[in-house]
């Protein structure tokens, strides 16, 4: 399918486990985005990556590492998953032509039991 | 933090105009005025953005003060569709991709 897909949509994971976030987008966007929403925060950016093998740090990247060997795909890997880290995340995508929008997914719902 | 201040919630009867304001007064030159909407469970989507001229596409109106220390968004017949928070973001042209910063918005409800 065209667009920006994420998966799983739903996770129930307990402390302490190891669990990756998929995101996929077909449109060869060179840029690429993770961000978690959480009640009373709003969205907040997690890491970026400016093309294959660049990623750089966000606001909130503590806890999460992140890989971009294919310029369509941008894991998040939650490397010991916390209570706090129960969220919703959101990828996003965007090229340099068309600078200042950026392209969501549907979101990961994150259960951090 | 958030470069922007809006209103929490508004309201609007379907078919009419919705008026969405935003304050920025601490603007600078070289920065943007984006606005996204996500509507409930959704992820964020773009609208319209702006430098200091106002602007238009097919989902709305930008409409930026000559100060350019405020802006609003005006979607010209609210549909019940377009229930959903809608945020102003301030960001600057060739800085990080990263700096999309979202603040907490103004929910929107259109009423019938």
């Known amino acids: 399918d065209a667009g920006i897909t994420q998966s799983p949509r739903y996770k129930i994971t307990e402390t302490g486990r190891q669990v990756t976030l998929m995101c996929h987008q077909t449109?060869?966007?060179?840029?690429m985005f993770w961000y978690r929403q959480d009640l009373g925060h709003g969205l907040r950016l997690i890491y970026y990556?400016?093309?294959?093998?660049?990623?750089d740090k966000g606001e909130v990247s503590d806890g999460y590492v992140v890989s971009r060997s294919k310029t369509e795909n941008f894991p998040l890997t939650l490397e010991s998953a916390t209570r706090s880290q129960t969220s919703v995340y959101f990828c996003?995508?965007?090229?340099?032509?068309?600078?200042?929008?950026?392209?969501f997914g549907p979101g990961t719902r994150l259960t951090v039991t | 933090d958030a470069k922007t201040t809006q209103p929490t919630s508004m309201d609007c009867a379907e078919g009419r105009a919705a008026n969405l304001p935003c304050n920025h007064s601490?603007?600078?030159?070289?920065?943007?005025v984006y606005w996204y909407r996500q509507i409930h469970s959704q992820g964020p989507q773009y609208i319209i953005h702006?430098?200091?001229n106002n602007e238009t596409n097919e989902m709305a109106s930008l409409i930026i003060t000559e100060d350019r220390k405020s802006s609003t968004l005006i979607l010209p017949h609210a549909t019940l569709r377009d229930t959903a928070v809608y945020y102003c973001?301030?960001?600057?042209?060739?800085?990080?991709?990263?700096?999309?910063?979202f603040g907490k918005g103004t929910k929107l409800s259109v009423k019938p």
């Open positions: 973001i301030v960001r600057s042209y060739g800085g990080s991709q990263g700096n999309l910063i």
């Open positions: 601490t603007i600078s030159g070289n920065e943007y």
């Open positions: 702006g430098l200091k």
């Open positions: 990556s400016a093309a294959a093998d660049i990623t």
């Open positions: 449109w060869s966007h060179s840029y």
């Open positions: 996003a995508s965007s090229d340099p032509t068309g600078f200042y929008e950026q392209y």
